[in-house]
């Protein structure tokens, strides 16, 4: 069909991120203290996260000797201190193949202009700016398909949440109060209008009940 085949071309880009949250990974280095890196690649099911990491980044590096981490969220106003992260490593030598991009960086919370927070259960610290921060166990690491990245299995053991992003009462985040950072296609962006809400939305009653808007429609799910 001609007509269809006009709606699209091929493309080659070289980055797939589509529009994924960006995270802050805090581990524990040789010597006690702390790294902290910025990363992309997520997703969560259950209490497990997957997260994509550098294979030859020190985060990797210490959570195959130290397997604890916390993974914090920052939001719109952090973007500048995600791009000062983005060209530290803290590894020494700094690795061949990061030589023209990244330079030696040991302390990289005050390099980013950030605040480390005591956790609860690991050792790593959490964001103190970042209004969602997770504390999480390694349950496995598996190398990538080639020799950039690996995957890393982490189960939450606790959520922190700043209370202006919790439903009052509960245990919810409330969807309209949170504003992650998005990472999209090397560019940084905050969500946008709220267009609907899943029928298994625990936070969407009070809205629809709200006589100032008229609710969404619900978005069914499989």
């Known amino acids: 069909m001609p007509e269809a085949a006009q709606r699209h071309i091929v493309v080659r880009p070289k980055i797939l991120y589509v529009g994924t949250p960006v995270f802050l990974v805090s ?5 006690g203290t702390f790294n902290l890196a910025p990363a992309s690649s997520y997703w969560a099911l259950g209490r497990m996260l997957v997260l994509g990491l550098e294979f030859d980044g020190q985060s990797v590096h210490n959570l195959h000797e130290r397997p604890e981490l916390t993974v914090s969220f920052p939001s719109g106003p952090h973007w500048e201190a995600v791009e000062r992260l983005a060209a530290l490593t803290a590894r020494d030598p700094v690795p061949v193949a990061k030589a023209d991009r990244y330079r030696h960086e040991p302390a ?3 390099a980013a202009g950030l605040h480390a927070e005591d ?37 939450v053991v606790r959520v922190h949440a700043a209370p202006e992003i919790v439903v009052p009462g509960t245990d919810h985040i409330d969807p309209q ?34 006589a100032t808007s008229a609710p969404a429609p619900a978005v069914s799910t499989p």
């Open 177 to 210: 109060a949170w504003h992650p950072l998005i990472y999209n296609f090397k560019h940084y962006f905050e969500l946008g209008d709220e267009l609907g809400w899943t029928q298994s939305s625990p936070t969407a009653t009070t809205r629809a009940t709200d």
């Open 27 to 31: 581990t524990e280095n040789t010597d």
């Open 108 to 110: 990289k919370f005050a």
């Open 119 to 155: 956790s609860d259960l690991v050792a790593p610290p959490r964001v103190l700016e970042c209004a969602l921060q997770f504390e999480a166990q390694v349950r496995r690491i598996t190398p990538g398909v080639n020799d950039e990245y690996a995957l890393v299995e982490a189960e």
